[in-house]
Every structure is written in structure tokens, then in C-alpha cells.
């Protein structure tokens, strides 16, 4: 699953190469179905900066698409002095490979609203930032370079001294635009170079089939779903909503994809030669693990409650009375599709398992001997992509968890319990489940706080762990950006500025900024 960043370096190497394959002996209708194509591409990159622009245009991207439209300009000049306005159908070659790569672009950007222009993930609210926007055109003015690079070539050999003029009016146009379109925008956003293909919440099984070597991808892609799922729920962008049983199901595997992915880092620390590589390993296991220990808790807050919207997840019930039987009062409970996330959640535990014990492993089944650490890295291609991947999870738990409470408050008009210590007093004996009492409302959402905690903390030693890999994760401050957004949204961040930072809290600070004073052996003061 390409990024941003590198579908435009995709785009950039087709047009390097394109300037490089173009014959200097190419005759009229060759060098005017390359214009032809050349073109394309150019007014894909003048539309990217201009679609979808909610925000007025800064000076810079209005400056690049002025001299983009006359570069477009001057090549429809040169095909009509070369006598081949249509050139013939454009071939395949770099120049449309460079084409697609810009079109995926803007699919990319797009991918991340719905039809009405509405945003279905957190990620695009950060693609109207300045910063975000000063990205795109900065990449959109070195590609306006290798645009005119491939101008230059087409002028290559010309005996027409009107069409050498055009081609070199289109890359004067193109230089110019790149130049002050590169100058311009060196407040760019390096981090949106990760921004990912929003991906539809629709599951994608694991199967026995699959190459070991893609899982590392395809968990990243399951991810991706977990965070649109998280962020439809915040905004109630799906009709679909997260049921009871589908939060208690989707805490248990999560647990359990934590626990795998803790084994996982345990494993690769079996004889490993670096020692400080091995104690991070074995730290950020631990971490994982207290993170499946709150997802579990949060689970485990659903014992005594049923949502009866979807009962799935129920407390064992005993069979009927031979009484409510001859009645006629036997009810089947009904069956309810799961959520996407659910199973999404379910498909993330079958990867890392499949990781860690082979392909044929499934939930549920004895795990057997783990694969060998080589095998793991192998597949995993290195320690470096292994971490990065892992990182992924904690990194959308996180957002699942900031969306779980309010899944519970839209449930709750459907949510009853056996529970004995909230029990009417005036209910009658033969009716075992009643309304939820409020409090246990409050502890069902209550249970997620921890989560976000320990996801927190697992996501910054997966990092920390990345460091001692020597592997970037960039895809990191993309997620810091969209949580923080996430956050204010939410108005947590602003209600824990109005309260203030706690005493530890002042306390670490004051450490961070001028140490503790360390006291001599043996002093009296």
C-alpha cells in the first residue's frame, strides 16, 4: 500500500526516465503524442492543487498553477505546429506511468472523504493544515522540474524553430513554477509524506494461503481499517453501529493481539547478540503485555451486561423450565451480523498468530513451539519492518479506545444485567436481567481510560525500540498529529489544561528542567 510521499517519488522517477528514453530523432506525430502526454500529466499536478481546496489558495500554489496552465498552454502550441494534434493513441511508457502515479495522488487525498466531501478518517483534517498543503505543492513543484526536463528533450533535435520555441516557453514555465514553488514552501509537513490509502471497512480474511511474507502489510492494512472504524464512531459516519457484544469480542482479541505480539518481540530477543537490543525487546514486551492486561479488564467490565440490540456475548444462561416450554415462551436469541471491526479485530490476532506459529494457526487452537527467530525476521523482512509494524497496533487501539465510551453511551437505552448488587429492590423473582444501573454505565466506559493509557505507553516503546533498530517510523507523526486533533475534538485536551497539571506532573517537570541536586556520602544537609 503505497503513501503519498511515495507515489510522488514514483511520479518523479517515471519522468527522469521519460526525458532520459525520448530519441532525439523522434518524427512529428512521435514527439506530438508525447506532448500530448506530457500535458496529462501536468494538468493532473495543476489539479491537485486546485480540487478540493476548502481553503483559499496561498500565493505559492496560485503562483505554480498560473505557470503550470501556461506551460499546458505552450505544448498544445507545439502539437498544432507539428501538424499531429492528435498524435495517435499515447503508447505505454514512462510518461504514462507518471500519469498514473499523479492520478493516485489525488485518489489518495480523496480516499479520505466520502462522496459529500465529508472526511472519513482523522487524517484528513490534516490535509487542510498549511503545513499539510505546503507539502503537496512543494512536491508538485520538484515534479514541475522533471516536467521540464522531459520539454527540454522533446525540443532535442527540432528543425522548427516555432516548435523549439513552444517546448522551451513550456520549460521556462515549468523551471520558474518549480523554483519559487520549492522556495516557497520549506514549512512543509515532512510527516505527510506517510499519509496513507484510506481503506474501506470492509474485512479481509486471513487465510492459510496467504504468503507469510505479505502479513507485516496486510496488518497494517487491517489497522488502517480499525482506525476508520474508530473514527466513524466518534463522528457517526456508519449505520453500522458498534453493538455491546461487538466492544466485549473487540477487546478480547485485541488482548490477545497484544499478548501474540509481546511473544513475538520475546522470541526475536532469543539469542540476540546486541544486549541493549535485547532488554528493549523484553521492556516493550512487558508493555504489550500490561496493554492486553487493560483490554482485558475492559472486557471483563461486560461480564454481567447484555446488549440486547445484539446478544451474542451473554452470560450462560440454564436451559428453559419445562414450564416456559409447554407455554410456548421458548425465544431463540436473535443473530446478529457482527460489526467490521470485530472481525477486523479477530483477523489482526490470526496475523501476528500466524507470525509467530505458521500459517494453519488459528485462535483457539494449541499454539505449539513458535517459529524460529529467523523465520519471523525473514517474513517480517528485518527487525527495523517488524517493529513498525507492531507499532501500527497499539497506534489504532488507541483511537478504537477513545471511541469505545461513546459506543456505550449510543448502546445504553438497550443494555440490561443479572447483576445482584444492582438489582431493584422491587423487581419481580422470576425476572433475572433488568435495566443497567447508571453506574455501571460509568464503569463500562471508565474501563477504556486505562487503555488509552497503556496503548500510549506501548506505542512509545515500540518506538523507542525502533531507535535501537535504527528504523524510521514516520508514519508516527502522522498519528500524533490526527490523535492530538482527535483529542481537542473530544475535549479532553482542553478540560486537562483547565485543570491544571497534576503534582507528579509539576513535579517531573521541575526535575526535567533543573536535575536534583545529588547529595555528597556521609553529608548532614
Known sequence: MATLGEL?????????????ALPTWADPAYR??????????????RDRLEAGAEEVQSPVEADLAAQLGRACGALRTARRLLSAEEGGKPRPNELSGAGQAVAAVRDLVE????????????????????????????????????????AQALSSGVRDPGVEAAFAEARSCLDQGSVFGRTGT?????????FPFALPVEPVQALASD????????????????????????????????????????????????????????????????????????????????SAQAWQQAAAAWHRVVDLADPRAHPRLPPPSYKIVRQGKVVRLPRITPHPGAVVSHTVVVRVGQLLFGAHWQPGEQPGEPRSRTAILADARGEGP????????????????????????????ALVT?????????????????????????????????????EHAAAGALLNLAKYARTDVPRALLDADAHRLLAEQQGWARQRQENGPTARQRRVEAERVQPPVRRPRGSRW
Not at 32 to 45: D, F, W, Y
Not at 386 to 413: D, E, K, N
Open 111 to 150: 480516499s479520505h472523504r466520502g462522496p459529500d466531501r465529508v472526511p472519513v478518517t482523522a487524517y484528513a483534517y490534516l490535509l487542510g493544515t498549511r503545513a499539510a498543503r505546503a507539502y503537496i505543492t512543494r512536491r508538485t513543484a520538484e515534479l514541475a522540474w522533471e516536467a521540464g526536463r522531459v
Open 32 to 45: 506530438s503524442a508525447s506532448a500530448q502526454q506530457l500535458e496529462r500529466v501536468i494538468v493532473r499536478m
Open 418 to 454: 443479572d447483576s445482584v448488587d444492582h438489582r431493584p429492590q422491587r423487581l419481580p423473582g422470576e425476572m433475572r436481567f433488568h435495566s443497567v444501573h447508571p453506574r455501571q454505565v460509568e464503569n463500562l466506559i471508565g474501563a477504556y481510560a486505562p487503555v488509552m493509557t497503556a
Open 8 to 20: 510522488y517519488d514514483t511520479a518523479g522517477e517515471h519522468l527522469r526516465a521519460a526525458a532520459e
Open 186 to 194: 520549506r514549512d512543509a509537513d515532512e510527516g505527510i509524506a506517510a
Open 386 to 413: 517488524l517493529v513498525a509494524a507492531l507499532y501500527r497496533l497499539p497506534a489504532s487501539g488507541w483511537q478504537l479506545a477513545m471511541a469505545a465510551p461513546l459506543a456505550v453511551r449510543r448502546a445504553q437505552g
Open 211 to 290: 504468503p507469510l511474507r505479505e502479513l507485516t502489510v496486510r496488518l497494517g492494512e487491517d489497522c488502517e481499517r480499525l482506525g476508520r472504524v474508530a473514527f466513524e464512531t466518534l463522528h457517526e459516519r456508519s449505520d453500522h453501529r458498534l453493538s455491546g457484544s461487538d466492544l466485549q469480542q473487540m477487546a478480547r482479541w485485541t488482548a490477545m493481539a497484544r499478548l501474540l505480539s509481546g511473544r513475538v518481540l520475546l522470541r526475536i530477543a532469543e539469542g540476540h547478540a546486541d544486549a541493549a537490543v535485547t532488554s528493549a525487546l523484553k521492556e516493550s514486551a512487558g508493555v504489550l503485555r500490561g
